[in-house]
């Protein structure tokens, strides 16, 4: 058995090939970027240096080709040497918002699919030799730390190693470089203090990391080569749809790969970059996705909403409705009518309470009903009198029924119809229509006169969006009998019968 009766002060062992098959298969860059994570953790290091190359001899020793990473700083070197070789061990950087490290484990997971590797820091030097195991030494080094580890990984992932690694956006207080390139600190177009993002912290070292909250600062930046990015105090953690690059200033929760956060942290940073950009976007950047997102998130301002909206829709719009007359008295008045089925429903509620009214509210069919009074019926003027009569005599030679004709002035604010048909009955707006419209040359009707009452006409028959279906296949009806009137010579005299 072996194994019985023994004893150990340490619960648990872990296996180096257990963790190389965890880390095998991430890309390289992913487990440099641990590395470079902790120079920048360190406040005593001003330079961090990564050289990234192939090792010729063992493609042709062994048949597989090697890379050599090395990852290079100024500082005080390690506090603790076995920290080297230690998974978990307790840290402070776990009590500390603003360091990236949690789990104690990053220089390790590069150094666990490594052929061999080796760690010199001030005044100690930690061998992991090709045939396994480590030997601990002593050195004469003053300052600084150099990880080197030599990986078994074909030489064309270098090219796409080198490039991730520039893009990460280093603190203005560390010089970095890499494969000689030195990588400028970014420029911000704008930075936002907020309250609501999650982080990870615990309250000591040998305390559990816990989900919290602190006010922190999100840097925005250009993006790099066009493609937006996430990081986490600089250090890259995935794409974005959002065209930035953006930085947050704390611990952001993560898995322990570090390569990946939840859609709902996502969604929360899209409210935070679109609270600082949304008066910069055009028509066609307030349609993307994570513009949407963004203004789903109940965190995101009704100020901002209001913003993206009219970006996205102008301000002359309004919300169709099933009420199909009401639409098209909106498309009349040269609203433009935004369908709900172009809006997700949480982004439709939240243009709503920012202002976006429905066709119904602005221009429902006027009647006066016991919510108030809507028009003031006018007492009919002489010079009103043929429009009156030819309105009855198309509708009942179209229609099939003398309709009702009234005179109207509308007294909600802003209303701008010139007329209006619901109910058998045709309502004109005399002092939007002018004096001008009800003139008759001999009694003749003129072209306008028929043209709107024809167009008012087909509403008999309800569309189902503004200008298409029914009501179009009704106007044309309409117009074709019209026509027909005219050619048979049955048409309307003016004589006020």
């Given at each position: 058995?072996?194994?019985?009766g023994?004893t150990?002060?340490a ?91 949690r ?9 666990s ?13 930690v ?8 030997v ?10 150099i ?12 090219e ?60 925005i ?49 899209y ?34 909403v ?25 498309y ?36 006066n ?24 005599w ?34 004109f ?8 419209f ?37 106007f ?11 050619l ?10």
């Amino acid at each position: 058995m072996g194994i019985r009766g023994t004893t150990s002060t340490a619960r648990f062992e872990v296996s180096t090939e257990g963790m190389k098959g965890l880390h095998d298969g991430r890309p390289l860059w992913g487990l440099v970027k641990e590395l470079v994570a902790n120079v920048w953790d360190e406040p005593t290091a001003t330079e961090c240096t990564v050289s990234i190359s192939p090792v010729e001899w063992a493609s042709i020793a062994k048949g597989a080709e090697s890379i050599t990473v090395s990852v290079k700083d100024n500082g005080a070197g390690f506090a603790r040497v076995t920290d080297a070789f230690t998974l978990m061990a307790p840290t402070d950087k776990r009590t500390d918002s603003k360091t990236r490290g949690r789990f104690n484990i990053g220089e390790k997971e590069i150094i666990s699919i490594a052929t061999h590797a080796k760690i010199e820091t001030v005044g100690t030097t930690v061998n992991f030799p090709k045939e396994g195991g480590r030997v601990v030494g002593k050195n004469k080094r003053k300052k600084g730390t150099i990880v080197t580890a030599v990986v078994e990984r074909p030489h064309d992932e270098i090219e796409e190693t080198v490039a991730r690694l520039l893009e990460f956006l280093p603190p203005a207080d560390k010089a970095y470089t890499v494969n000689g390139e030195t990588v400028p600190t970014p420029k911000k177009i704008a930075t936002v203090s907020n309250r609501d993002l999650p982080t990870i912290i615990s309250k000591g070292a040998n305390e559990p990391l816990r989900n919290g909250w602190r006010t922190c600062e999100v840097d925005i930046h250009e993006p790099i080569r066009g493609v937006g990015r996430i990081y986490e105090m600089g250090i890259l953690i995935q794409e974005i749809e959002a065209p930035y690059s953006v930085d947050i200033q704390q611990k952001v929760p993560m898995p322990p790969n570090r390569d990946t956060v939840t859609q709902t942290y996502l969604q929360d940073v899209y409210s935070i970059v679109l609270g600082a950009i949304a008066k910069d976007l055009d028509g066609a950047e307030a349609s993307e996705a994570w513009v949407q997102m963004g203004v789903e998130d109940s965190k995101t301002t009704d100020e901002t909403v209001g913003i993206v909206m009219s970006a996205k829709l102008g301000d002359n719009a309004v919300l169709w409705s099933s009420d199909t007359q009401s639409n098209e008295r909106a498309y009349e008045a040269g609203k433009d009518v935004v369908h709900p089925r172009t809006l997700s429903k949480k982004e439709k509620e939240r243009f709503q309470k920012a202002g976006l009214a429905s066709s119904t509210a602005e221009f429902k069919l006027l009647t006066n009903t016991d919510e108030g009074i809507k028009f003031e019926t006018l007492a009919k003027k002489p010079e009103w009198k043929n429009v009156e009569e030819y309105t009855k005599w198309l509708s009942f030679k179209l229609l099939g029924f003398e309709g009702t004709v009234n005179f109207i002035s509308p007294k909600m604010v802003g209303d701008n119809r010139i007329a209006q048909y619901g109910g058998k009955t045709l309502d004109f707006v005399p002092q939007r229509l002018g004096k001008a419209f009800f003139q008759m040359d001999q009694a003749k009707p003129t072209p306008q006169q028929t043209e709107l009452i024809l167009h008012e006409l087909a509403h008999h028959n309800p569309s189902d969006r503004p200008h298409t279906g029914d009501y179009l296949h009704t106007f044309a009806e309409l117009s074709a009998k019209a026509v027909h009137l005219a050619l048979e010579g049955d048409w309307f005299v003016g004589q006020g019968s």
